[in-house]
């Protein structure tokens, strides 16, 4: 988020690679009123046309940790033989916003790690593009 709130005040463009579209996708309730807040266009689209309300939509209707459950399987299976035995481990901490980022590593004998994480601000997202009232500072 601060790296988010630097580059927007030094004159970012807040559509350039659709950081709206990604702060849905993560959940991030902050950026994404961040990039709103500097006149990032709700309706941009991802590299699949999808927008961020379509995003955080999706993603709200869905549970989190099973889908980074899920991403971090992926990961685990990607790797070499010789790694099996990894502990997954979930660890969820609260934000002060309402929403919590949660974050699933696997930790394998060997003492290599491998994870994803992502904030639970989904359907706040959804709602505050749904409402027509986003923040602005221009």
Do not use: W, Y
Not at 50 to 73: F, Y
Not at 112 to 118: F, K, S, T, W, Y
């Amino acid at each position: 988020m601060d790296v988010a709130r630097v580059l927007l005040a030094a004159g970012a463009d807040p559509d350039l690679c659709a950081p709206l579209t990604e702060a849905a996708r993560r959940g991030s309730l902050v950026v994404a009123r961040a990039v709103l807040e500097h006149g990032a266009d709700p309706e941009e689209t991802d590299p699949n046309g999808r927008t961020a309300l379509e995003i955080a939509e999706d993603i709200a209707g869905k549970n989190p940790e099973s889908q980074l459950l899920g991403r971090v399987g992926v990961l685990v299976d990607s790797l070499e033989r010789g790694r099996e035995g990894a502990e997954l481990i979930t660890n969820r901490t609260p934000l002060g916003n309402g929403t919590e980022l949660l974050s699933v590593k696997a930790a394998f004998p060997d003492g290599r790690q491998v994870g994803a994480d992502m904030e639970t601000g989904h359907a706040q997202i959804a709602a505050l593009l749904r409402s027509g009232r986003l923040p602005t500072s221009r």
